[in-house]
Structure formats: structure tokens, C-alpha cells
């Protein structure tokens, strides 16, 4: 019988990929089911041309040697037949625009919503240990802020009844030494999970057909139950599951039942479409039934993204996350899996819902996400965090700030409580870069009613040495109403020896460059990079592991 082969919409790159790349089953191919009807709910039937069919999985045990696809319907999958074959690669990334540099003259502003966001990191590393060249890499899979805020830095924490620490530093920046570079960290204060206010958590499992595989649905049991494994008494755990339809599977279990829990959440089993709107929609439901005021209210969903029944736009995905945000509840987005790995989606329903968005490659990435990093991404402590910098002419004569491009703002969104922005947990930090270029001595400024631009240069402004002024915009969690913030980033933050994170920040900001083949790149190169990294030390495993990445392009 002749075989037929898939051919899905590339929305993304195009780039075929082996299937042995990552070890996952070789000698197999997809292709498109026989004509036969399909076993509803039952053990898989034989197809009369040795075809296994099964819309559900039934629960059975399929032969390692079949390939398996995800229709709206069902799975299909066929025998071994030893040869060589070539999986599609329809993963879904959104267009980025980067960033260029800005005249201080005509726009000393600059502001953006805060993000806190790793997914783009635990992505690319995955794509480069499959062994993807720059070539097949897509250029939207790089999002520099995310990249450089995966990383730990040595910030001083907030003081007194201040939200965050504030650190900067300015010194020669690496991949043009005729521009400075601005590094900016904002950190807030660690809570231990054990001392959080009670928890209402609302686990969202994709069960459709496409997360079958075992670095989908197989990983997501791994990864939620070491989360389970740090709650206790004083949370409620839900979970709620979707395919072709929408499932509650427990509702407001006590956190210290964890075997009734874990019981349920192995035995989940993919199978079907993808309903992901309507899991959306009844994940929302249950934690406003079990909502615990002036607890910690939070749904996490974990999907690869490809919904295909119910609304799967971007746009009907946003309008409906941001009304569902308006409860008062928060979101966690765990990605999984690749080939048709919906990063579009996942971040979209991360932005739009007052939520985080991480990538789970790997067991290890799971136990940084939900173990040693789980009061940062479970517990908000700030919302709606807006940052806006005003640049001085007198020392900055064009800026350009790395990364943020889809978290970037009008400066008019600064002061309008309406306008959603990022959420920050408790430990987390924002780490921002600027590339400036040094304004001369005979730098001019513009007619404006900022403090900084000549028309409105006051005697004190005149003598100051800020650089710039940085204001952050942040409500409380359970509040409508911002706070403001303002600090003043003066002369006095430069130095000729910056400190090991402001190194390191700077090499993940090149790498990201080189991985886009940025056109603000300069004299970088990975060789570089490499000779950055072996000036400090690499004193933590993701830093180390962060090395062999930038190697593996060394050559």
C-alpha cells in the first residue's frame, strides 16, 4: 500500500529534522492514516493494512517500533519498515523586530512591561543540544530578555518597606568598545514556599493525542509531581485535563493527600483533539469556586500548545486569557515538547493572563521551574510592573535597549493603570541591558517638558551627573491602584572593572545577538563570547552549562 505523508502548515521554520536528533524512535515516519474507521474509546484495531488505529489509547501498550501523529480525531501510527525518514518541523514562533538605538533628542523615554519570563532559554537550549545550525534556528525563538533573565545574579535585595533592590552598573561595552553598556537588576525579596500564604492551584494538563510523546505528557507527570511534593496542609490542589473535551479529574484536594493526587495525575493517558480554549475556560471555574482570598490563586497549564478545537487563534486565545486574568487569578505556563511546539501560544496566554512562562526540556529543568524556584514562579508579589527610563543628554546621546521588543510600551501606557504589564514572584529578578552611545561634549538637547531637556534644565539638573532616571510603575497584588518609584542612575555607577554578573549578562545579551545575526552585533563573535566567560568564574551548573552551548558554535 502506498504510504501518504502529513503535510501541516510551516508557520514557523521550515527545517526537516531527524527524528533521531534528540533520541527519540528512529527508523519511522509520519504519514497519514489508511482509510479505515477509526476504535472510539476501545483497545487499537488492526487495520486490514497492518495499521493500529486508536482515537484514545485505550490505556494499551504500543510496539516502540510505530511513528504516532495527533489528528483532531484520533492517533494513527504504522509498523517499522527500517528505513531513514524525515519528521516536519511546524513549531510556531512570532515575528520579533529588534530593537535599534533611539536619539536622546528627540526620544529620551523609554518603556516597557517587566518580564521575568525563561521559556526562550530552556527552548533554545533544547534546539542546540538536538544539534539545530544558526541557519535552522528561528530567529523568534530568541528572546534576549528571557535568555538573559533564566540566569541567577548576585543582587542586593530590597531594603526597608521597598518592593525591590535596585542595582546598576556602566562600563564599556563588550562587543563595542566605543559604546557603554548599561546593566540593570531589580530583585525581589525570597520567601520560602513553606511560609506562603495558602495556595488554590488549578493544574491544567494538555491530554490531546499530540502530547503522547515522552517529553510531553510522560515529563509533565514527572514535573507536577515533584511540585506536589513541596505542598502541604494548607493548599488545594484541582486538575483539570483536556483533549477532545474537557475533564475535571480532582477538585480542592488537600495539598497533604499527596498519594490521591499523584494517583490521579499517573494515571492521565493521551488521546484526541485539542480542546485547549475549553480547558481554559473550566480550569478559570474551579480555582473562582476555590478562590481563597489573599491566598495564592493560580492555574498552571502545561501543553505543547497545538490546540485545534474551540478558539486556537492568537487573537481569540488573548481576548479570552484576558478576561479570565480579571478574576483575580494567576497564571503559570509550562511548554513541553517540539517539532509542533506552539511557543506563539504559550507566550500569549502567559502576557495575556498575568502569568510566567517557562520551557520544561528535562526532568532538571522541572526541579529549577517547580523545586528551587518555586515561591519566584508561584507566588506574585508585584503586578503590572512598568519600567521607564528618561535618559540624560549630557551623557547619553543614543541608547538601545536589548531585548523586551514584545514587552515594549507607548510612553503614555506608563501612567495608565489600565494597561496590562508584567508580574514578578517573590526572589525573582529583572535584568535590563542598554547599549549607549556617549554623548560629546557639545551634545544638545530638545524642547520638552522633561527634566533633562534643555528647555526644562533647572540649576540642579544642570549640575547633575545622572545618566538617567529610572521610574517603576507596580501594583500590589490584590490592589488597582500603582505605586510610583523613581531612582536616579548617576556617574557614579561606572567603572572601568564591572563585576562578574554584569560579564556574564553581557555574553548571554552577544550570544543571543549571534544566534539572531543581529545587525547590532559589532565586533562580537562566539569566540568572543567564549573569551568573556573564561575571564570570570562559572560558579553555578547553569552557567557552566551555558558555556557548552556558546562551544558548540565555537569553531
Request: proline share 3%.
Amino acid at each position: 500500500m502506498e504510504r501518504k505523508t502529513v503535510l501541516r502548515s510551516a508557520v514557523a521554520s521550515m527545517s526537516l529534522l531527524t527524528l533521531t536528533a534528540c533520541g527519540l524512535s528512529n527508523n519511522v515516519a509520519p504519514a497519514t492514516a489508511p482509510d479505515a474507521e477509526y476504535c472510539v474509546d476501545t483497545a487499537p484495531a488492526t487495520a486490514d493494512d497492518g495499521y493500529y488505529i486508536d482515537s484514545y489509547l485505550g490505556g494499551a501498550t504500543y510496539s516502540q517500533n510505530f511513528a504516532r501523529e495527533a489528528e483532531a480525531d484520533g492517533l494513527w501510527m504504522y509498523p517499522d519498515t527500517n528505513e531513514d525518514y524525515i519528521q516536519m518541523n511546524t513549531e510556531e514562533y512570532s515575528k520579533i523586530v529588534e530593537n535599534v538605538f533611539k536619539d536622546v533628542a528627540t526620544s529620551p523615554l523609554s518603556t516597557f512591561s517587566a518580564d521575568v519570563d525563561s521559556a526562550s532559554y530552556s527552548n533554545l537550549r533544547r534546539m542546540i543540544n538536538c544539534g539545530y545550525s544558526l541557519d535552522e534556528i528561528p530567529e523568534g525563538a530568541v528572546r534576549a530578555e528571557e535568555m538573559i533573565n533564566y540566569f541567577h545574579y548576585d543582587y542586593d535585595g530590597p531594603e526597608g518597606d521597598e518592593p525591590f533592590g535596585i542595582n546598576a552598573m556602566i562600563s564599556d561595552c563588550p562587543w563595542n568598545p566605543e559604546n557603554k553598556l548599561l546593566h540593570l537588576g531589580l530583585q525581589t525579596e525570597a520567601i520560602d514556599f513553606s511560609e506562603t500564604p495558602d495556595s488554590n492551584i488549578v493544574l491544567l494538563v494538555d491530554v490531546s493525542g499530540s502530547m503522547y510523546d515522552e517529553n510531553k505528557l510522560p515529563l509533565v507527570k514527572e514535573a507536577f509531581g515533584l511540585l506536589i511534593d513541596n505542598l502541604s496542609e494548607k493548599d488545594k490542589v484541582s486538575m483539570v485535563t483536556y483533549a477532545s473535551g474537557v475533564s475535571v479529574v480532582c477538585e480542592g484536594v488537600s495539598g497533604d493527600n499527596k498519594e490521591e493526587i499523584l494517583t490521579a495525575l499517573n494515571n492521565l493517558k493521551a488521546g484526541g483533539g485539542t480542546n485547549g480554549s475549553g480547558g481554559i475556560e473550566e480550569a478559570y471555574r474551579i480555582a473562582e469556586a476555590n478562590f481563597i482570598k489573599g491566598g495564592n490563586n493560580r492555574v498552571i497549564i502545561a501543553s505543547d500548545g497545538d490546540f485545534n478545537i474551540g478558539k486556537s487563534s492568537q487573537s481569540e486565545l488573548s481576548e479570552q486569557i484576558q478576561n479570565e486574568a480579571k478574576k483575580g487569578i494567576f497564571l503559570s505556563v509550562l511548554g513541553f515538547g517540539m517539532y509542533n511546539y506552539s511557543d506563539t501560544r504559550m507566550e500569549t496566554l502567559a502576557d495575556d493572563g498575568n502569568g510566567n512562562y517557562a520551557y520544561i526540556d528535562t526532568l532538571h529543568e522541572a526541579k529549577k521551574v517547580l523545586v528551587q524556584e518555586l515561591s519566584a514562579n508561584m507566588l506574585t508579589v508585584a503586578k503590572d510592573v512598568k519600567l521607564q527610563i528618561e535618559f540624560n543628554p549630557k551623557y547619553v546621546a543614543e541608547y538601545r535597549l536589548i531585548g523586551y521588543e514584545n514587552r515594549a510600551l507607548n510612553n503614555e501606557d506608563f501612567n495608565d493603570d489600565k494597561k496590562d504589564a508584567g508580574e514578578i514572584g517573590a526572589g525573582h529578578s529583572v535584568t535590563v541591558l542598554y547599549e549607549i552611545v556617549p554623548a560629546n561634549e557639545n551634545g544638545e538637547g530638545s524642547e520638552s517638558n522633561l527634566k533633562y531637556q534643555e528647555s526644562n534644565l533647572t540649576e540642579e539638573a544642570l549640575k547633575s551627573n545622572d545618566w538617567l532616571t529610572l521610574s517603576i510603575r507596580y501594583k500590589e497584588p490584590d490592589e488597582d491602584e500603582s505605586k510610583l518609584l523613581e531612582y536616579q542612575i548617576g556617574a557614579d555607577c561606572y567603572t572601568e572593572e564591572p563585576s562578574n554578573d554584569f560579564i556574564f549578562a553581557a555574553s548571554v545579551a552577544e550570544f543571543a545577538m549571534l544566534l539572531r545575526n543581529s545587525d547590532f552585533i559589532a565586533d562580537g563573535s562566539f569566540a568572543h563570547v567564549v573569551e568573556e566567560l573564561n575571564t570570570i568564574p562559572l560558579n553555578d551548573e547553569y552557567r557552566r552549562e551555558f558555556a557548552t552551548l556558546v562551544d558548540k558554535f565555537n569553531n
